[in-house]
C-alpha cells in the first residue's frame, strides 16, 4: 500500500468512567485505511468496535465515555483536537456514520424529509437537492421515495429506517464512511442492494468505508483489508486473502471455525468455548487466553503486534519465535 492513510488511528484507548472509577473499553487500537478502501472491522459482541467507532467522531456517550489516549488523523488532520464547530465541519461531510441503531439517530418529531434536508444546512451543496435526495432513496431501495419523505420515523420498519439513514450518510459523497452493522436490520436481498451500493460509491468517488461487522460473510465478500477485535484489543489485521487463506490468530480460526458451511459432508460447527470478558473483569496479559486451546506460559502476558507477513499481523505469543529467532 503506498497511497497515503486516509484515516489513520493510533494507540485509541476508550474509558467509561464508573463508581468505580474508569473502565478501559479499548486499549490502544491502532489501524489505518487508504482512499478507496473497505475496511472491515470484526469481533463478537461487545469487543469494543461501536465504542471505537464513536470515538472516531468524538460521538461517546456524554457524561461518561472518554478518551484516555490516541490519535486519529484524517488526511493528516487531528480530529480529537478539533473544538465542536470543527467536528461538525468533519461529520456528514468528511465522514458520515451509519449508526448501529437508526431509532435512536433520527429524531421522532420530525419527517424523514426534514431530517434529509438538515444534511445540507451544515454543508455547502452545489446541484439540485431534491434530485440528489430522490436519487439515493431509490437507490437504497424504495420505489416510492415521495411516501417515505413524508413519514416520522415510528412509521417506519427498522429496516427502512436504516435504508434512510445509509440514503442520509451518502448525501454528501464522504471521503469515509462509517458503516456500523449497517445492514444487519435488513433481509438478505436488501443487504446485498446495499453492499452493492456502497461499492458504487466506493468506486465513483474513492469513498473509503470502515465496516463493523459480525458477518464474516459481508467480510469475506466486499472487504479489502481487516482488524480481528478481541476484548478491547486488535489481535489481528491482514488482507482479507490472507484472513481467509491463512487466519493466524487462535481466535480469529475461532471465529472462522464456528461459521456454518455451506458444503455438504463439512457442516462442523466448531463453537469458541467460554464467554467474552466484560471489561471490568479483563484478565492481565492475553484476554483471549482462558478461552484458547493453546494458551501457553508466556500468555500472561501481553502479547505485542507481531509482523509474520507484509500484509499479517498477529498479536499472539504462539509467532514470537518465528520472529525473534
Ligand atoms: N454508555 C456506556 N457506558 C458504559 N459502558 C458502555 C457504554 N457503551 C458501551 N459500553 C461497554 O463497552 C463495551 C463495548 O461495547 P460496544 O463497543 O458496544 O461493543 P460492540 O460494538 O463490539 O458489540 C461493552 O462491554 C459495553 O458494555
Ligand atoms: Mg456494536
Not at 148 to 163: C, T
Amino acid at each position: 500500500m503506498n497511497k497515503m492513510p486516509l484515516l489513520s488511528v493510533s494507540d485509541l484507548t476508550v474509558a467509561f468512567e464508573t463508581d468505580d472509577g474508569d473502565i478501559a473499553i479499548t486499549d490502544q487500537v491502532s489501524f489505518q485505511i487508504s482512499p478507496g478502501e473497505i475496511f472491515g472491522l470484526v469481533g463478537e459482541s461487545g469487543c469494543g468496535k461501536t465504542v471505537t467507532a464513536l470515538a472516531l467522531l468524538k460521538l461517546l456517550p456524554m457524561p461518561g465515555g472518554k478518551i484516555l489516549s490516541g490519535r486519529v488523523l484524517l488526511r493528516g488532520r487531528d480530529i480529537l483536537s478539533l473544538d465542536p464547530e470543527g467536528v461538525r465541519d468533519v461529520r456528514g461531510k468528511s465522514i458520515s456514520m451509519i449508526f448501529q441503531e437508526p431509532a435512536a439517530a433520527l429524531n421522532p418529531l420530525l419527517t424523514v424529509e426534514r431530517q434529509i434536508m438538515e444534511c445540507f444546512d451544515y454543508h455547502p451543496f452545489e446541484g439540485d437537492k431534491n434530485k440528489r435526495i430522490l436519487d439515493l432513496l431509490h437507490r437504497v431501495g424504495f420505489p416510492d421515495p415521495h411516501r417515505i419523505l413524508a413519514a416520522y420515523p415510528h412509521e417506519l420498519s427498522g429496516g427502512m429506517l436504516q435504508r434512510v439513514m445509509i440514503a442520509m450518510a451518502l448525501i454528501m459523497k464522504p471521503d469515509l464512511i462509517i458503516a456500523d452493522e449497517p445492514t444487519t436490520a435488513l433481509d438478505v436481498t436488501v443487504q446485498a442492494q446495499i453492499m452493492e451500493l456502497l461499492v458504487e460509491m466506493k468506486q465513483e468517488t474513492d469513498t473509503s468505508i470502515l465496516l463493523i461487522t459480525h458477518n464474516l460473510g459481508l467480510i469475506a465478500q466486499y472487504a479489502d483489508r481487516l482488524a480481528v477485535m478481541y476484548a478491547g484489543r486488535i489481535v489481528e489485521e491482514s488482507s482479507v486473502q490472507a484472513f481467509l487463506d491463512n487466519p493466524l490468530h487462535p481466535y480469529t480460526k475461532g471465529l472462522l471455525d464456528a461459521l456454518p458451511k455451506l458444503t455438504i459432508g463439512e457442516s462442523e460447527i466448531v463453537p469458541i468455548p467460554g464467554q467474552v470478558p466484560q471489561p471490568r473483569d479483563y484478565a492481565v496479559g492475553c484476554r483471549f487466553r482462558d478461552r484458547c486451546g493453546k494458551a501457553f506460559a508466556r500468555c500472561i502476558e501481553k502479547p505485542p503486534l507481531y509482523h509474520v507477513a507484509e500484509d499479517q499481523q498477529v498479536a499472539c505469543f504462539l509467532y514470537a519465535q518465528r520472529i525473534e529467532s
